[in-house]
Nanobody, 123 residues
Framework: QVQLVESGGGLVQAGGSLRLSCAAS????????MGWFRQAPGKDREFVAY????????DYKDSVKGRFTISRDNAKNTVYLQMNSLKPEDTAVYYC????????????????WGQGTQVTVSS
């Protein structure tokens, strides 16, 4: 079993930055891909980014490329999402997930989820 706990969300003005963290406990963190998803009110949960076990592979949703950066510290069992140049359309609850599949961009590919952290970007 894996427990994931997100933190770092909040209210920020457009153009600002936030850094989300996701701390993992339980099974060996370095054994699985980690990803970030988000869900806005009335919308489906959507892929934002993933990172491979050794940080050698990452991928991003097109609309966040160049603004968001995913990283991980296996020694700290933590994955991060640095979000810069935030836009109102980035407003959502952000979830981190753990996956044993390769290149996981679909929510069903994730076995573990955190409880989410709210990000609100004001215009």
């Amino acid at each position: 079993q894996v427990q994931l706990v997100e933190s770092g969300g909040g209210l920020v003005q457009a153009g600002g930055s936030l850094r989300l963290s996701c701390a993992a406990s339980g099974r060996i963190f370095s054994n699985y891909y980690m990803g970030w998803f988000r869900q806005a009110p009335g919308k489906d949960r959507e892929f934002v980014a993933y990172i491979s076990m050794n940080s050698g592979s990452t991928d991003y949703k097109d609309s966040v490329k160049g603004r968001f950066t995913i990283s991980r510290d296996n020694a700290k069992n933590t994955v991060y999402l640095q979000m810069n140049s935030l836009k109102p359309e980035d407003t959502a609850v952000y979830y981190c997930g753990g996956s044993f599949r390769s290149l996981p961009t679909r929510s069903y590919e994730y076995a573990y989820w955190g409880q989410g952290t709210q990000v609100t970007v004001s215009s």
